[in-house]
């Protein structure tokens, strides 16, 4: 069963896609979305989560900029509403989502958050903000120079209190091989678990089978990997 509900923060109301699995769920994970809005994949990765048996839910982290679903190709608008984050808000709105799951009877340990483009950006930033049980960066930027008002994910990488997942392809532009290896050696300095894997064929936004971008190898391998770290790491055994 899925929802959208919504939750307070700071700055307003926030809405909240939330799907339950059909049993009791085995932990909880936050699926924070790419730059183009929480819109129909995101929905489906949400859905996707659930239906391996977790609490899932994506905030809509555009909710101070009128909540948009972007088209794949609209640029422009991206970066207008990624223009009205800051790491302060984006705390913010991971207090919410948090409490959300808390209320429900989910303790940080037993929450992982996952995130896509923007959002692996997002969800680095949440491991390294709070003592979740796991978390994984899909192509996040801001590796060498930070966004969102935030530090470089190389900078706050020996920081980090959950463990880390990082999963890139060596095709992306804007984030090359050397930004990730450098990611590697930092968060290696880290005193959590963390892995990156690089995906040889793989560019930007290979997860997303709506998109152009999408190469199936890369993304199957990538999401049982997802899959592997949450169950390693949230108890969900």
């Known amino acids: 069963m899925a929802t959208t509900l919504s939750v307070s923060t700071a700055d307003g109301e926030m809405a909240l896609y939330d799907a339950e699995p059909e049993g009791p769920p085995r932990a909880a ?28 839910v994506a905030p ?12 794949y190709s609209n640029f422009d608008a991206v ?6 984050l ?27 958050v996952v995130g896509f483009c923007m959002g692996g950006t997002v969800s680095f930033l949440a491991g390294a903000t709070y003592g979740l049980g ?23 990488a020996p920081s980090l209190k959950t463990p880390w997942l990082g999963l890139y392809g060596d095709l992306d532009e804007g984030i090359p091989v050397q930004q990730v290896e450098s990611l590697r050696e930092a968060v290696g300095k880290a005193p959590v678990a963390t892995e ?22 890369s ?4 999401w049982q990997r997802t899959l592997d770290w949450f169950d390693r790491h949230l108890g969900a055994r």
């Open 134 to 156: 796991a978390a994984v960066t899909f192509y996040g930027g801001g590796v060498t120079e930070g966004r969102f008002g935030m530090a470089s994910l190389v900078e706050m």
């Open 86 to 112: 800051s790491e302060a808000g984006l705390v913010g709105d991971l207090d919410a989502t948090f409490g959300h799951l808390t209320a429900a009877g989910f303790e940080l340990s037993r929450v992982g």
């Open 60 to 71: 809509h982290l555009f909710h101070r900029s009128g909540d948009p679903v972007l088209d």
């Open 29 to 56: 994970v936050v699926v924070v979305q790419e730059a183009f809005g929480v819109n129909g994949h995101i929905e489906d990765v949400t859905r996707r989560f659930a239906g391996a048996g977790y609490r899932a």
């Open 219 to 222: 993304a199957t391998d990538a």
């Open 79 to 84: 970066m207008e509403h990624m223009g009205a």
């Open 196 to 217: 990156v894997v690089r995906y040889a064929e793989a560019g930007h936004g290979f997860h997303c089978d709506a998109r152009d971008a999408y190469h199936q190898a």
